[in-house]
């Protein structure tokens, strides 16, 4: 069974510092996709990024970029410059492309400091 | 913005009631789902359905029923609530298999509380 671990339960970055949130993974498939996804505090859901197993280039959004390690089953999630909008929980997942089941992480709290 | 809705967002109510949760969705998805996110904020699948008719149980087992009569809209009914049932819920949707970008898109949840 596929599982997804975020092995930080809370981080803290000062404002305008880079963070690196930690995912892994376990799956025996080679078709997947992963997400990033973020909960402000009493706010909807949303992706902030995805990746497509397939594609070896790691995806970026504007401050946001992962570090996909195929091998390593590794996908974590780099802000850089962090804002103060950063602040919220983040869930890493993973959707498997042959029975279209979704695995959240157990998220990370991250507060970004002043 | 994701156009999926939810209502009530916030409801406070007395053991032994009734309640339904709406979520109704304007994208066409034919995956749709609800999560139960407990005060840690992880989150427990407790329905899903793949469209019109298919409702499936989810990982966490769950008191409340769905039901899927329209495609736009999946409602989740707890017929008599306890305080056990005190949670925020989370309806979300998909496009089914691997067609588009694979994400879900969720609504802002409906925080329930039962004294």
């Known amino acids: 069974a596929q599982t997804v671990t975020q092995s930080q339960p809370e981080m803290s970055v000062q404002e305008a510092e880079t963070v690196t949130l930690s995912c892994t993974y376990d799956?025996?498939?080679?078709?997947?996709?992963l997400f990033w996804y973020k909960q402000p505090p009493s706010r909807q859901m949303i992706l902030v990024i995805r990746q497509e197993a397939y594609k070896q280039q790691n995806a970026t959004e504007n401050r946001f970029s992962v570090n996909f390690q195929k091998a390593a089953k590794s996908f974590s999630l780099k802000i850089s410059d962090s804002q103060l909008g950063d602040a919220a929980m983040y869930f890493c997942?993973?959707?498997?492309?042959?029975?279209?089941?979704?695995?959240f992480g157990k998220g990370t709290r991250l507060h970004i400091l002043p | 913005e994701a156009d999926i809705y939810q209502t009530p967002r916030y409801l406070v109510i007395g053991t032994g009631k009734k309640i339904t949760l709406e979520c109704s969705q304007t994208m066409g998805h034919d995956k749709m789902y609800w999560y139960q996110q407990d005060p840690g904020m992880e989150l427990h699948l407790i329905h899903y359905s793949y469209g019109v008719n298919s409702t499936e149980k989810g990982d966490l087992s769950s008191e409340s029923t769905v039901s899927r009569i329209r495609t736009e809209h999946f409602p989740l009914t707890l017929e008599s609530a306890r305080p056990s049932h005190t949670s925020q819920y989370l309806c979300?949707?998909?496009?089914?298999?691997?067609?588009?970008?694979?994400?879900?898109?969720f609504g802002e949840g409906s925080r329930l509380t039962v004294l």
């Open positions: 799956t025996s498939e080679s078709d997947y996709y």
């Open positions: 997942a993973y959707r498997s492309n042959r029975d279209d089941k979704i695995i």
């Open positions: 979300a949707s998909s496009v089914l298999g691997r067609v588009g970008t694979g994400e879900l898109f």
